[in-house]
């Protein structure tokens, strides 16, 4: 489970007489729940909380721990437990082609290249992106690379999943898709998301408001308490 406890994230000011800037607020929270998705306005701190869980970024005050692990005394068994997928693939795919990418991510399980390369193929199968395997990063749609980046995290099966806004690039087809393979997955889900029927089916729902959690709780009342916000 993840926990945090009195978590700030400060910025400190850039210039002498300007104000630090206040990202997260002592926030205090347990994960546990299988899906659970964050809203809010954009500069919420939506993306600034995701990335405290993996140790992307590190807490101001306060700890966060994955299992008992601290993100910032044990940052190994914290990435080896929790899969991040960010908004944006090209910030995270490392290979120029899919199939390089998956293999690159399977190197620490599988030993033998000949292996590694049939396990990541038939990874990509999967997901209906085999086709696409040997093509150039550069030459797929967003969506496409969005999927291939989420394929590569989940090839090392992660126990956690946390993935930034990860409908953003998909069509219909891709949205129904990835909503179903989240809906199928073994590994809890930590996401953010401006899309309430994505958002809706969380088991519970974290609504941000200029770095406080305002609501928690399940989707419909949290998605209400939102609304009333953004009024
Ligand atoms: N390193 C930084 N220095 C200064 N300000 C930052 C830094 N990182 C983030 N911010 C600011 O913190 C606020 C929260 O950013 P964050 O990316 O967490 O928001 P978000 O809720 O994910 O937004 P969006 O929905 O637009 O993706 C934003 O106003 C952003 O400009």
Known sequence: MISLRGVSVVIPAVRRGDADRVLLRDITLDLAERRIALVGA????????????????????????????????????????????FTDPLAQLLMSTPIEDVELSLRSRIRGQRERTRRA???LDERGLGHLAHQSIYDLSGGERQLVAL??????????????????????????????????????LIYSTHDLDVAADADRVLVLHEGRVIADAEPAAALAAYEEVLV
């Open 42 to 85: 954009n500069g919420s701190g939506k993306s600034t909380l995701l990335r405290l869980l993996n140790g992307l970024r590190l807490p101001t005050a306060g700890t966060v721990s994955v299992d008992g692990h601290d993100t910032v005394k044990e940052p190994r068994a914290v990435r080896s437990r929790v899969g991040f997928v």
């Open 151 to 188: 394929t590569s995290v989940l090839a090392v099966e992660p126990a956690i999943l946390v993935a930034d806004e990860p409908t953003t690039l998909l069509d219909l087809r891709n949205r129904r898709a990835l909503r179903r393979t989240f809906a199928a997955l073994d590994q809890q």
């Open 121 to 123: 193929q038939e990874l």
